[in-house]
């Protein structure tokens, strides 16, 4: 093949083959949507829906940094928790600080997944066993602190989640959706991005090309414990308290999207669209199965088969847990 | 117990530690919780916290044969709360049902197990998420069917199981001891539970030396559910209530106490015995806790503590 | 261009390297020469700056350096192309030429349009035609190989390391990489060549150096030396004392094994061959050719499509290993590690993993036979191991492996396949282990012996099947055996063959 011969062509298809399910079961969800209730169709409905999407979508697209690299992170829900905590009861002491208790939040998180990256690499512990480690002291600070929602906010801070840019887009789902945006970038148009990947295919190789493996890992448990925390200031902007339950149901809701969008646990492989395909799947589908007035029992039922069919269909080699 | 784990020669110090930090550590709890409080040894007390183990341990010792064949059970609580849920569909009033009860909650158990490890091993999923996956289901099959709030009743006779005594000794220790001699009997003297550690330390090894590790594997599976389903049984008769939830945050309990008790998540490393004294690690743990007077949610920090420390100090000692 | 000075680097119980030292010069491709376990992967794996030796001095490019990490020597100009390849099978082939340092735009983003062209640029001064949008799992082993060497190739790569590169890719391609190899020579680049075919070091170096058990032999030009001269300096004895004196013989018996149009897709195509008891057979050919296929898939490990296999005149045909252990059929696979032991169990559970059902009674496993067995097979084959009840991780390779034949040797009494019996083992051992097929041989078990060293399939066997891509393109016995026949069979393009 001729030099001339390849550079014309386009990158191949836009669609990426590993999204093809997720693209699939999200055209089923909408189609369903569309023909079984009237309400799901509606611009407001997108709206809310797009707002209440971006909690999970902060969790799951950290989460995906970390399964990238070939870890695990079961603690951002007890992130999420702690960042609640953290900032409204701060805030509710010195209202002035709201400003810098957004980015006094955020580092926190960021510095607890430095802290889960950190151990994995200074010990070989396994992450799953890290993590687990790290949410258990968190959980355990955060309710000897209160047992009870706690603190407050000064009533703007509330535009984060109820604000709408143009009556429409919802702030919170804006800056997730940017959130993913930039990640998609990174990972793909910068070296270190491409590194995630490296790192996650085989950290030994990874290593002996001259990647600096640890350096990746850090920043992928750092990112996740980041946007953990911003999952964490979605839910006090919404609820106006740090609520040290929160987060409890986050950890593994965070997985689902993952695994729906073509990841693969152990590392190196996937697209961070497909993840926000899955939130955007996970998300709809609960909006439809409730004005279909499905129990939300039923709906724990569905998203356990939806994660068996999901990994049972992509082909799973090299399983590490 | 331990014999045909390999010895090697001139082991350095690390790995002896290993072998004899489980029950260092043991007898060390047992010493700081007597200096706090004397009455600690005293037989009644020490009756009391083996019956509080016992639920718990038990399903660490189906947790630990998942483990060893490169495992995990994230499903085992769910899975005792649905046994718990099931027991009381029946709605029985007398006591000949029990057994009825327990023939059913131990084969609903085993299929949910027999399931797991058809997944794991048939479908190539992961054992997280199969397990995960399965967690949820339970839990939403569970929530369904009672509509968030159970209402059927256990017979009175139930309560034996969870509080009654035989011989002067609580009936779930004694179901415990019997679990444990029947389970480490099957690990560590049977031919099964060698096939477990080679399946666990080397599964293309296993098959090429004519092991079937597929099964291995999926009784592992069905062992870890059955012994949580009756875990699930006996929890119900202590605490003398059903509810959806019964035995939450188990299956998490379960993986530590297996990782304090120096069995590794990296498979085929590891003792009943060991993830027995995991447990009572993890609950004489709580126990002090409560004893020195400090808020229960100390019990999380410290367990998430140990955990990383203690699975540090295994993970070092291998590499030894 | 690279000097290393005493270099010692120990591993826990292993002195890899003892005070070894090592030079090479710019514009020369240098052989490093020795058996397996000599020290040249550690040699390799401390000048990439992988590994920090324990004592001596590394000097590079005229200054003293002492590397923290890989990356270090990389950007040194330090390329090494490591047996197993170190490329992402999910990553294009562009994206791994440009691991760590693509091409960016000025917004300091990757620049993908430039990273296609000039791998594509790059591939073409190799002069092999790859796509760069390919992913690296859809490519063949020897396009893989060229991609690593294209890696060398867009960096300023002052030292190139060849690790075995030949293992994995056969006749016309090998040529090609050799010329690929002495291109870049003679625009300056230091090449060290690591091997053990002979031929490729005349073919291609222009220096030697050997190593042994760790220690440095002696560095030569390579006009200096002839190929007897070249193995006295890598085993330190002649070959002649190597194998047993008498070779075995087909017999007039029955075969003890027949396999018929064997097929097991990709890698076996067709395969048919006879053997007999005593019989010590070769199957032979390069890396990739499909032995081990074949193996896997007589001893169903491997699922057949078609076929036909007769194990002691009975007919064998819905294999499993349990059904072919039980009928007397053991395998010796390839990877001693990785298929073959379990490092967490003891000396004595590894020997009886196969028949456990011989050493269970009503009470279960029978832990006093079982280490009474072990003891008998390690007075059998004189395994230097304290007791049964000990690990088998810290012994020598051909410790481990006279474990693995006393495993074998019991269970299996009709037909073994031995697959690269003495791989990473001692010439002492080596020894050993000839004697022990031989003797097993005599004894009545056809053996059909695996492997990539020629000298020990010439050594040892009395019948060779040379197999390439699937087939068995040969077949030489008694006289006819020698190393260039074999090579012809399995080197010759399958086409030519039928014809």
Redesign the interface.
Known sequence: ?A?TD??P?A??LPLDPSLIIVVLLLAGVVIAGLSLSDRFGTLRNFTNVLEQASALGFASLGQALVVIVGG?DLSIGAIVTASTVLMASVVELHPALMIPMIFGTLAFGALIGFINGY?TIK????P???T??????????V??FTLQPTGGVPFWFEEFAYGRIGAVMPISGLVMLICFALAW?FL????TG??F??VG??PE????????SNRITLMAYSASGFFAAMAGAYFVSRTGVGDPRVGDPIT?AS?TPV?LGGLI??G??GNILGVLLGVFLISLLSNLLNYMNV???????????I??FA??IYV?KG??? | MTEIAARSGGEPFAAKLQQFAVPIALVALMGVATAVQPSFLSPNNLQDILTQAAPLALVVLGQAFVILVRGLDLSVASLMASVAVLATAFNATSDAMIPVIFVAAVAVSAAVGLINGLLVTKRNVSPFLATLAMMIVLQGIRFYYTQGSPSGSLPEGFRFLGAGQMLGIPVNVLALALSFAVLGWLLHKSSFGRKIYITGGNPVAADLVGIRSHRVIIACYMISSVMAGIAGLFLVGFVGTVDNWVGRGYELDAIVACVIGGVALTGGRGTLWGAAAGALILVLIFNIVIILGLPVQAQLMIKGLIIIIAAALFARAQRA | MIRLDGITKVFPGVKSLDTVSFEARAGEIHALLGENGAGKSTLIKTIAGAYIPEAGSIEFDGERRAWSSPKEAKDAGIHIIYQELMLFPEMTVAENIFIGEAPRNRLGLIDYRRMYARAAEALERLGHNLDPRALIKDLSVADQQMVEIAKALVGETKLLVLDEPTAVISGREAELLFDRVKRLRDQGVCIIYISHRLEEIFAIADRVTVLKDGQYVGTREIGDLNRDQLVAMMVGRELADIFPATKGARTDAAPALAVRNLQAPPKVKNVSFDLYPGEILGLAGLVGAGRSEVAHAIFGSMPRTDGAVTLGGEAFNTPTPRAAIDRGLGFLTEDRKGEGLMMLLDMAANVTAPVLPEFTNGLGLDRGHEVLAAEDEIKRFRIAIPGPKYGVKQLSGGNQQKILFGRWTRACRRVLILDEPTRGVDVGAKVEIYEIIRKLADEGVGILVISSELPEIVGLCSRVLVMREGLITGEVSGGDINEETIMQHATASVGADAA
């Open positions: 093949m030099l390849i550079q062509r990158r191949r695990i151990v010990t070989g512990v396994h799953l066993i890290v687990l480690g790290t949410a258990s002291i968190l959980n355990g600070a309710l000897i970038g793909r148009y910068t070296s491409r590194a990947y490296a295919g085989s190789a990874a290593r002996l090309t001259g990647i600096r593994l997985i695994i646990l152990g190196g492989k129990s939300t029992f039923i709906q724990w039922v569905i998203q356990g088969l994660i068996i990994v049972s799973h399983k590490k847990l």
